[in-house]
């Protein structure tokens, strides 16, 4: 039996660190994350897992699926030893992007970390939400 990844959303301001850059550095480090929920999320990703790329603040919409390279390791821009980074590269663009508005309309998604636990910066997606985004991002807008 194939082990079945757990699947994440993370976000990010695009002025800040957008998913044109993390294509243009091939594998990104999720860095800067000071929220304990975030953390606990970030050292439960595993190499592999599946991650939504969500445009925060500008944009507000999925734009890409990327991959967990590099599992849980200090943050290198944390000095108390406290925080966890983990290491992510672009999978795919998606075919459109996925608008926080579509999320919240859609009953579907209503029980989505993103929109019920909106200030978290990374969340776990269930798997029939990450099915549905995906069809949903591959329909006309």
Not at 59 to 82: H, L, M, N, Y
Not at 96 to 101: A, E, M, Q, Y
Request: glycine share 6%; net charge neutral.
């Amino acid at each position: 039996m194939t082990k079945i990844n757990s699947c994440w959303l993370m976000k990010s301001e695009p002025d800040v660190y957008g998913w044109d850059d993390l294509v243009a550095e091939g594998e990104g480090t999720w860095d800067g994350v000071r929220n304990y929920t975030a953390r606990l999320h970030l050292r439960a990703m595993k190499v592999g897992d599946p991650v939504f790329f969500y445009h925060s603040n500008i944009g507000v919409e999925i734009v890409g699926v990327a991959e967990v390279t590099k599992e849980g390791f200090q943050d290198p821009s944390d000095d108390t030893g406290r925080w966890t980074s983990v290491k992510i590269k672009p999978v795919r663009k998606l075919a459109r992007p996925v608008t926080l508005k579509e999320i919240k309309a859609d009953p579907k998604l209503a029980d989505m970390d993103l929109l019920t636990k909106f200030r978290l910066s990374i969340s776990p997606v269930k798997p029939e939400e990450w099915k549905h985004i995906l069809t949903l991002a591959n329909r006309p807008a």
